[in-house]
């Protein structure tokens, strides 16, 4: 009887440590997962406003001197 406990110990010891690592990667990649969205946010951003850089009416520039 007393070997079947040392074994459920051995057993919910390594669990908890297995549980605990893998709590370790869960959170470095909910972390990796927010700075990737903040990142994809200031690109999205970037790419608004460079759309809208584009697609800006040029009747204010000047026309190039060889017109």
Do not use: C, W
Not at 7 to 33: G, M, R, Y
Not at 37 to 49: A, G, I, P, Y
Request: charged residues 25%; aromatic residues 2%; proline residues 7%.
């Amino acid at each position: 009887m007393n070997e079947r406990i040392d074994e459920l110990e051995t057993q919910l010891a390594f669990q908890d440590s297995t549980i605990a690592s893998l709590n370790e990667v869960v959170t470095d990649q909910q972390n990796q997962i927010d700075m990737l969205r903040q990142q994809l946010e200031e690109v999205k951003l970037q790419m608004q406003s460079l759309a809208e850089t584009i697609n800006s009416p040029d009747g204010d520039e000047p026309p190039p001197p060889h017109y």
